[in-house]
């Protein structure tokens, strides 16, 4: 049976993009309530997030970009000096400036941290955050609703103690801001399967997209049309994931699981089914390598929490009765108070037979040079030891931190049941490595 830890910060639903935006973070509380109301949370570890410090975000983003960040605004968005401070790091009306949006993206990031980190201290099998997977987010800029790329900080944490990082995009979109992270290092493989044509956002991906010096052949992309259903996602999916675990060997594996390739999606045009989108991360768990699970898009909010509640439960091995349990938000899933979602056998899928077997022979002939190139191996010193860094927070009711995430979950959780049994641990901010510790030399063996 797996070791599931899931990270959830109850004021991560609260926060607003603004009128009309079409990324809700209120679809995390839905998840949220999914999990407790079908009694999911009895086989997680449940941890509240610490938020992500400065430097933990400097990993990737440059520090200009993240001291803005913490200074902008709404009012100041508004000041016309600095218009050109908005613009250069692609504050836009996808990604504009709403309030809190500091301390949401570092709650956000200190999630998938934490995923990472637990990880690393072999604590977990799979570690789920449903608030992350901002896959677009630039160094220093923000794109497609992404701030900071909470992946590229976890998977920097992963490579402090993994030789090689599997990185799979199941969104709608190109997982362009990790891609371009990683397209020079052999040690992260990307794979996003992605719409691709028609100057649809973010523009890149084509199959022929490899990776740039060592890194070449290490960004498998997978382009689609419109209305690509469960079996020629699966054509693709299966046959690339299974060439990638031979040649490529990860030591774990990060999967972006947005639900924007969904059937229905409000900005997407797929056609996957909850169950079809859900096998795809069943076949990468049977691997049986430590996971994260991130979310990403998802813009029917409904849809959304319904496939992430489903994914939760798929990754606790549990199969969870198709009639959605009374919760607070049952306005949501009417009429039909179902969990899964089925394709659309009307919609045009415009992903020919030959189409599809023509990327699957592309992104074979790159895999196959992989095959035959010497994998990265990664001597690390000083492997970090648990003890030295993670600091479990003393439960002490005196303080307001504590407080805060005990009212909060009380909030959240039915009323029947005993919060000690959900809120089994707290973390605390972890101290960060020297840098120099990052690609550093010792025997890897002692974590294989
Ligand atoms: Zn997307």
Same mark, same amino acid.
């Given at each position: 049976?797996?070791?599931?830890?899931?990270? &959830?910060?109850?004021?991560?639903?609260?926060?607003?993009?603004?009128?009309?935006?079409?990324? @809700?973070?209120?679809?995390?509380?839905?998840?949220?309530?999914?999990?407790?109301?079908?009694?999911?949370? @009895?086989?997680?570890?449940?941890?509240?997030?610490?938020?992500?410090?400065?430097?933990?975000m400097?990993?990737?983003h440059?520090?200009?970009y993240i001291?803005?960040l913490?200074?902008v605004?709404?009012?100041?968005?508004?000041?016309?000096?600095?218009?050109?401070?908005?613009?250069?790091f692609n504050f836009? /009306?996808?990604c504009p400036v709403f309030?809190?949006l500091y301390?949401f993206v570092q709650?956000v990031v200190?999630?998938?941290?934490?995923?990472?980190?637990?990880?690393?201290?072999?604590?977990?099998?799979?570690?789920?955050?449903? %608030?992350?997977?901002l896959?677009h987010a630039k160094?220093?800029q923000a794109s497609g609703f992404c701030y900071i790329n909470d992946?590229?900080?976890?998977?920097?944490?992963?490579?402090?103690?993994? +030789?090689?990082?599997?990185?799979?995009?199941?969104?709608?979109?190109?997982?362009?801001?990790?891609?371009?992270?990683?397209?020079? *290092?052999?040690?992260?493989? *990307?794979?996003?399967?992605?719409?691709?044509?028609?100057?649809?956002?973010?523009?890149?991906? /084509?199959?022929?997209?490899?990776?740039?010096?060592?890194?070449?052949?290490?960004?498998?992309?997978?382009?689609? @049309?419109?209305?690509?259903? #469960?079996?020629?996602?699966?054509?693709?999916?299966?046959?690339?994931?299974?060439?990638?675990?031979?040649?490529?060997?990860? +030591?774990?594996?990060?999967?972006?699981?947005?639900? #924007? %390739?969904?059937?229905? /999606?409000?900005?997407?045009?797929?056609?996957?089914?909850?169950?079809?989108?859900?096998?795809?991360?069943?076949?990468?768990?049977?691997?049986?390598?430590?996971?994260?699970?991130?979310?990403?898009?998802?813009? *029917?909010?409904?849809?959304?929490?319904?496939?992430?509640?489903?994914?939760?439960?798929?990754?606790? #091995?549990?199969?969870?009765?198709?009639?959605?349990?009374?919760?607070?938000?049952?306005?949501? &899933?009417?009429?039909?108070? @179902?969990?899964?979602? +089925?394709?659309?056998?009307?919609?045009?899928?415009?992903?020919?037979?030959?189409?599809?077997?023509?990327?699957?022979?592309?992104?074979?002939?790159?895999?196959?040079?992989?095959?035959? +190139?010497?994998?990265?191996?990664?001597?690390?010193?000083?492997?970090?030891?648990?003890?030295?860094?993670?600091?479990?927070?003393?439960?002490?009711?005196?303080?307001? /931190?504590?407080?805060?995430?005990?009212?909060?979950?009380?909030?959240?959780?039915?009323?029947?049941?005993?919060?000690?049994?959900?809120?089994?641990?707290?973390?605390?901010?972890?101290?960060?490595?020297?840098?120099?510790?990052?690609?550093?030399?010792?025997?890897?063996?002692?974590?294989?």
């Amino acid at each position: 049976m797996s070791r599931v830890c899931y990270f &959830y910060d109850q004021n991560v639903g609260e926060f607003d993009y603004g009128f009309g935006h079409p990324m @809700k973070p209120l679809r995390n509380k839905l998840v949220h309530h999914l999990i407790m109301e079908y009694g999911i949370y @009895k086989r997680l570890n449940i941890y509240k997030p610490w938020r992500a410090t400065n430097e933990q975000m400097e990993m990737f983003h440059s520090k200009e970009y993240i001291d803005f960040l913490q200074r902008v605004t709404p009012e100041m968005a508004l000041q016309p000096h600095f218009k050109k401070s908005l613009e250069e790091f692609n504050f836009t /009306d996808d990604c504009p400036v709403f309030e809190g949006l500091y301390p949401f993206v570092q709650t956000v990031v200190g999630s998938s941290l934490g995923c990472a980190m637990k990880i690393n201290e072999r604590a977990a099998d799979i570690c789920v955050n449903w %608030s992350g997977g901002l896959h677009h987010a630039k160094k220093s800029q923000a794109s497609g609703f992404c701030y900071i790329n909470d992946i590229v900080c976890a998977i920097l944490e992963l490579l402090k103690v993994h +030789s090689r990082v599997l990185y799979i995009d199941i969104d709608h979109h190109h997982g362009d801001g990790v891609e371009e992270a990683f397209k020079a *290092t052999n040690r992260v493989m *990307t794979f996003s399967l992605h719409k691709y044509g028609d100057n649809y956002f973010p523009g890149t991906g /084509d199959v022929d997209e490899i990776g740039i010096d060592e890194g070449k052949n290490y960004s498998i992309n997978v382009p689609l @049309k419109d209305g690509i259903n #469960d079996e020629g996602y699966h054509r693709l999916f299966y046959p690339i994931i299974d060439r990638i675990m031979e040649v490529f060997q990860p +030591s774990v594996v990060v999967m972006q699981c947005g639900a #924007d %390739s969904l059937n229905g /999606d409000r900005l997407g045009f797929f056609n996957l089914s909850i169950q079809g989108h859900c096998d795809c991360m069943k076949y990468v768990k049977k691997f049986g390598l430590p996971m994260i699970l991130v979310g990403g898009g998802g813009y *029917t909010v409904s849809n959304t929490a319904r496939c992430w509640c489903y994914e939760t439960a798929a990754a606790c #091995d549990l199969n969870i009765p198709d009639q959605i349990p009374i919760n607070d938000y049952l306005e949501y &899933y009417v009429p039909d108070m @179902k969990i899964t979602i +089925s394709t659309n056998p009307q919609m045009k899928n415009c992903n020919s037979r030959n189409y599809i077997e023509d990327i699957l022979n592309k992104v074979m002939i790159i895999l196959e040079d992989v095959g035959n +190139s010497n994998l990265p191996i990664v001597q690390f010193t000083n492997p970090p030891r648990i003890d030295e860094h993670t600091i479990e927070m003393q439960i002490d009711e005196d303080q307001q /931190d504590f407080n805060d995430v005990s009212n909060g979950f009380i909030r959240d959780i039915p009323l029947n049941i005993d919060s000690d049994e959900v809120i089994k641990m707290y973390t605390e901010p972890l101290p960060i490595y020297p840098k120099s510790k990052l690609f550093c030399t010792q025997n890897l063996k002692e974590f294989e």
